[in-house]
């Protein structure tokens, strides 16, 4: 089992940075592939990013590719989430999920633990 709490969310305006965090306690964070889901008012929880176990391999969805950069310190069992040139569209709670396996993975039904969300909102 792993625990995973976010943080680094806040109001920003358009065009600006927040980078989030994820810390992770538990089993071996190093063990799992992890991803970033965001859900907008109103809107269903969607993929953001994804990376696996080595940091070698990352996914993203096109709506963040070229803004938003994922990265991990497994020896400091934490996962972040780079913000770039943030539009108002970007506002959502975003999640931090962990799943065991090697590839980072686009689907949420093949995360297995989640953690409570951090509220970013983007002003116009």
């Known amino acids: 089992q792993v625990q995973l709490v976010e943080s680094g969310g806040g109001l920003v305006q358009a065009g600006g940075s927040l980078r989030l965090s994820c810390a992770a306690s538990g089993r071996t964070f190093s063990s799992y592939t992890m991803g970033w889901f965001r859900q907008a008012p109103g809107k269903e929880r969607e993929f953001v990013a994804a990376?696996?176990?080595?940091?070698?391999?990352?996914e993203y969805a096109d709506s963040v590719k070229g803004r938003f950069t994922i990265s991990r310190d497994n020896a400091k069992n934490t996962l972040y989430l780079q913000m770039n040139s943030l539009q108002p569209e970007d506002t959502a709670v975003y999640y931090c999920?962990?799943?065991?396996?090697?590839?980072?993975?686009?689907?949420?039904?093949?995360?297995?633990?989640w953690g409570q969300g951090t509220q970013v909102t983007v002003s116009s």
């Open positions: 999920a962990a799943r065991s396996g090697s590839l980072p993975r686009r689907t949420q039904n093949e995360y297995d633990y």
């Open positions: 990376i696996s176990w080595s940091g070698g391999r990352t």
